[in-house]
């Protein structure tokens, strides 16, 4: 199998995977739960090694958004042999930080790094698992710009196209498995 034909196969298997389960965590709105999506290893190994695959020796680190963004990020640093920055919500970090607030679709947040992780220069790619109005991926590139430090891509399991958040990230080398 090619490689097409194997990000065909992982996007099909996702998107089989994904359920929708609506008014969580507010009325109005649908979650995509992505926990068959975990619970299956064949298939979490494949979206770990298509998020990674691109940046093969372009990254230093993996900055990845709390909480579900973890699961891709830790793992997807690994295989490049990159670092591995959490980027957090308010007051979980300890010592002095960086926060950004943003706006999502059922309210608002703050985000957090650790203000001696990033490094001007560092080459960054950006996980996280789901872009819905692109509230926090947006408060994660202003951080890694405060660090003076490079947003070199951004690359999600999934990207909810009628909250336009992946249209707000045309500047940057965008990866999306599904789109729903």
Known sequence: MDEREEESATRSRV????R???????PGVV????SPVLADGEVFGSVIDWLAAPYAGEVD???????????FGAPVAHVLGAGFVPVRKMGKLPG???AQEYALEYGRGTLEVQADVLLAGHRVVIIDDVIATGGTITATIELVRHSHAVVVGIAALLSIAALGGIAKLAEFDRRVLVSA
């Open 15 to 18: 998107e089989a995977l994904i």
């Open 61 to 71: 680190i993996v900055a990845a958004i709390e909480a579900r963004g973890f699961i």
């Open 31 to 34: 979650f995509k739960d992505i």
């Open 96 to 98: 002095v930080t960086v």
């Open 20 to 26: 929708d389960i609506p008014d969580h965590p507010a």
